[in-house]
Every structure is written in structure tokens, then in C-alpha cells.
């Protein structure tokens, strides 16, 4: 199936943890982005890449630090994980020069 | 500082009733308005999406008005129905192409559909 999709789906973890979240896209985009989620449901923009260069970093704790191998590959690596950082963050993808942007399933995380 | 305010936060129809979801933006650079549907575990996915130089967009039971002069969007969800209850997200943006395109989203509103 062509699609956006994140690794792990749920991960809980405690304080003061380091995890990361994997993002595969294989419809050929050339950006990618990071977005939380958070428990009210709101939908903010972290970052995007595009062909694997950072080109929006908005106001994020640099404990979150994304990495993108390669244009199909976002990952998100959070150190010393906090209670606040519990949300469900979604990977999405599109085209450079189309609006069209798709997302992945999520990737619930939370902090115990 | 909210750019896109969405309104209401929720929405209860009868089936076969209209939905009418509310957005106003700030930002007047904005280009781009899509309309984003979320299920329970699952990611926004694209529903319709509108440009300021159109004012109505419809694709099937969906339709986007724009009025560019008051800032303003708002999806109708025409013959509701159970299937239909989600979560609604507006969102706006500015496409640049070297930036790619950043959303700026709603606050989401949350539909029941009875049967």
C-alpha cells in the first residue's frame, strides 16, 4: 500500500527516557513534516524537511531533535522524555509545489 | 496566538441533517484551506480543499464556502450520516515551494451523526 507510516503505533516510556519515532512515506514526496497532537486535540506543526534538509523548525524543545536519512525517511528523537511530552504525533508528507498533504496513523506516546 | 479559529467544538446532526463547520484566519497570506477528517486512532486525512480564488467547492456531500473579504470557511456536510462522525479539522497555509506546506489547523470540531 503507498502510504505515510509510523513506528511505533503506541509507546509508553518513562521520565527522563530517550525514544525515537520512525517515518517511512513511499509516495515519492520530497517533504515531510512532524505534528503533535495534543490530549485536546490540537494539531501544531514541529518540523519539515524537505529532500532532507530542516527548512521549518517551529518553537520545540531542542530535546526533539528529527533526522531524515533520505527523502522517504523522518525520524523524531526525543531526549529526557517529560510528562508534557505525552501526545500523539503524526508523521505527514507531500510534494514540493502541490498543497496535498497526507499523514501517517500516529504514534501515541506517553510519559509515566 | 490562535490563527485559525474553528467553530463549534462540537456538533450533534440527525442522519440526513447538515453540518456546518465554521473557520475565520488571520493571516491574509494564507492560500490554501483543506478540510482534514479524523477517526479515533487514526491520522487527519485530506477531505476537500478550497484556494481564495474560488468561493464554493463541492465534491459529493462535501462543500467548502470562502469569503476571502471576511476571512472566513466553512465546510457543509450535506445528508449526514453515521459513517460521517469524526473529527473535523480546518487548516490554512501559505504553499511556498521551497518551504513545502505548513499547516496552520483549527481547533477541530467533533460530529455525531445519529441514526
Known amino acids: 500500500d503507498t502510504a505515510v507510516s509510523q513506528t511505533p503505533k503506541y509507546l509508553v516510556t518513562q521520565m527522563g527516557n530517550d525514544k525515537s519515532i520512525k517515518c517511512e512515506q513511499n509516495?515519492?514526496?520530497?517533504?515531510m513534516y512532524w505534528y503533535k497532537q495534543d490530549s485536546k486535540k490540537f494539531l501544531k506543526i514541529m518540523f519539515s524537511?524537505?529532500?532532507?534538509?530542516?527548512?521549518i523548525n517551529e518553537t520545540v524543545p531542542n530535546r526533539f531533535s528529527p533526522k531524515s536519512p533520505d527523502k522517504a525517511h523522518l525520524n523524531l528523537h526525543i531526549n529526557s522524555l517529560e510528562l508534557g511530552d505525552s501526545a500523539v504525533y503524526f508523521c505527514a508528507s507531500s510534494q514540493q509545489g502541490r498543497t496535498e498533504a497526507f499523514f501517517g496513523q500516529g504514534t501515541r506516546l506517553t510519559v509515566v | 496566538q490562535q490563527q485559525v479559529k474553528q467553530s463549534p467544538q462540537s456538533l450533534i446532526v440527525q442522519k440526513g441533517g447538515i453540518s456546518i463547520i465554521n473557520c475565520a484566519y488571520e493571516n491574509t497570506a494564507f492560500d490554501y484551506f483543506p478540510w482534514y477528517q479524523q477517526f479515533p486512532g487514526k491520522g487527519p486525512a485530506l477531505l476537500i480543499a478550497i484556494r481564495p480564488d474560488v468561493s464554493e467547492k463541492k465534491e459529493g456531500r462535501f462543500t467548502i464556502s470562502f469569503n476571502k473579504s471576511a476571512k472566513q470557511f466553512s465546510l457543509h456536510i450535506m445528508d449526514s450520516q453515521p459513517g460521517d462522525s469524526a473529527t473535523y479539522f480546518c487548516a490554512a497555509s501559505r504553499v511556498i515551494k521551497a518551504a513545502g506546506n505548513k499547516l496552520t489547523f483549527g481547533g477541530g470540531t467533533r460530529v455525531l451523526v445519529k441514526p
Open positions: 524537511y524537505n529532500n532532507k534538509e530542516l527548512i
Open positions: 509516495l515519492g514526496h520530497d517533504t
